[in-house]
């Protein structure tokens, strides 16, 4: 089994920055691709970025290029995600997850593990 446990998130203003941590335990880390999506209330979950374990390998939403930055240490187990001239409609829970298949997914039904998520919330 692998354990995936968000931190990170919180209230900032519109502009601001945040850094979203994804702290990775149970299984090798390093042979997963992870990734990052986000659920606004009333909205479906939708793709935000994705890495795979070398690094070499991203992908990014149309909607975060140029301001969100995902990246990880594997020596840490941990993935991040950087996100900077945050807007209001970056409010949502962000949730990271990992598959096994180490490639830049967009689809949520080809992850295999999920963390319960951190709400960020952004004011205008």
């Known amino acids: 089994q692998v354990q995936l446990v968000e931190s990170g998130g919180g209230l900032v203003q519109a502009g601001g920055s945040l850094r979203l941590s994804c702290a990775i335990s149970?299984?090798?880390?390093?042979?997963?691709?992870m990734g990052w999506f986000r659920q606004a209330p009333g909205k479906e979950r939708e793709f935000v970025a994705a890495?795979?374990?070398?690094?070499?390998?991203?992908a990014y939403a149309d909607s975060v290029k140029g301001r969100f930055t995902i990246s990880r240490d594997n020596a840490e187990n941990t993935v991040y995600l950087r996100m900077d001239s945050l807007k209001p409609e970056d409010t949502a829970v962000y949730l990271c997850?990992?598959?096994?298949?180490?490639?830049?997914?967009?689809?949520?039904?080809?992850?295999?593990?999920w963390g319960q998520g951190t709400q960020v919330t952004v004011s205008s």
């Open positions: 997850a990992a598959n096994r298949a180490n490639q830049v997914y967009i689809a949520e039904y080809l992850y295999d593990y």
């Open positions: 149970g299984r090798t880390f390093s042979y997963y691709a």
């Open positions: 890495i795979t374990w070398s690094r070499r390998s991203t």
